[in-house]
Antibody, heavy 120, light 111 residues
Framework: QVQLQESGPGLVKPSQTLSLTCTVS??????????WSWIRQPPGKGLEWIGY???????YYNPSLKSRVTISVDTSKNQFSLKLSSVTAADTAVYYC????????????WGQGTLVTVSS | QSALTQPASVSGSPGQSITISCTGT?????????VSWYQQHPGKAPKLMIY???NRPSGVSNRFSGSKSGNTASLTISGLQAEDEADYYC???????????FGGGTKLTVL
């Protein structure tokens, strides 16, 4: 059973960089069948796709966040990471890491989510 | 404003059937069979319920079904149960630069 677990600070100051890591267990991040994604959900609001990375390092980002987002992968640790720079209060959200089945274009496994609050 | 349009809320009584719609454009829902549906209970991560318009993952009840007509996809839940009360989100592949889009979510209340 694949499991994903987010880790990182729950509080980030405005203008700083939000950094989260997702550790994958029960499966290899090097499988060619999946994208490894970040999705966020502001409190009380809907889901927003941030971007994804393939095990080879290829990435794709939501154009609305592209200038501030970096997603990277460490296959040796079975982890992938998110960095979001110049954060504001609007970036306060629950951040989910997730696995997307490429063939189905559907997210079949999600992490439990981690709340990141942007506040001074 | 979400790229896909869903009703904000729907409700039904136990045992009844309900349908949640998800309207997009020919660039997403109407153009590809890559519509998925997710169930989210309060404080929990979303769960995949339907993929590729009408396919159910292993373990998902056959009370959940999906379909599509033109630019609108639909999720139908039959034999409503109290445990079905949750938020439901649709998602689609899109040919636009965003590649993936979500609906705004629908709150299902079981009366």
């Amino acid at each position: 059973q694949v499991q994903l677990q987010e880790s990182g600070p729950g509080l980030v100051k405005p203008s700083q960089t939000l950094s989260l890591t997702c550790t994958v267990s029960g499966g290899s991040i090097s499988s060619g069948d999946y994208y490894w994604s970040w999705i966020r959900q502001p409190p009380g609001k809907g889901l927003e796709w941030i971007g994804y990375i393939y095990y080879s390092g290829s990435t794709y980002y939501n154009p609305s966040l592209k200038s501030r987002v970096t997603i990277s992968v460490d296959t040796s640790k079975n982890q992938f990471s998110l960095k979001l720079s110049s954060v504001t209060a609007a970036d306060t959200a629950v951040y989910y890491c997730a696995r997307e089945d490429i063939a189905a274009a559907a997210v079949d496994y999600w992490g439990q989510g981690t709340l990141v609050t942007v506040s001074s | 404003q979400s790229a896909l349009t869903q009703p904000a809320s729907v409700s039904g009584s136990p045992g009844q059937s309900i349908t949640i719609s998800c309207t997009g454009t020919s660039s997403d829902v109407g153009g590809y069979n890559y519509v998925s549906w997710y169930q989210q209970h309060p404080g929990k991560a979303p769960k995949l319920m339907i993929y590729e318009v009408s396919n159910r993952p292993s373990g998902v009840s056959n009370r959940f079904s999906g379909s599509k007509s033109g630019n609108t996809a639909s999720l139908t839940i039959s034999g409503l149960q109290a445990e079905d009360e949750a938020d439901y989100y649709c998602s689609s592949y899109t040919s636009s630069s965003t590649l993936r889009v979500f609906g705004g979510g629908t709150k299902l209340t079981v009366l």
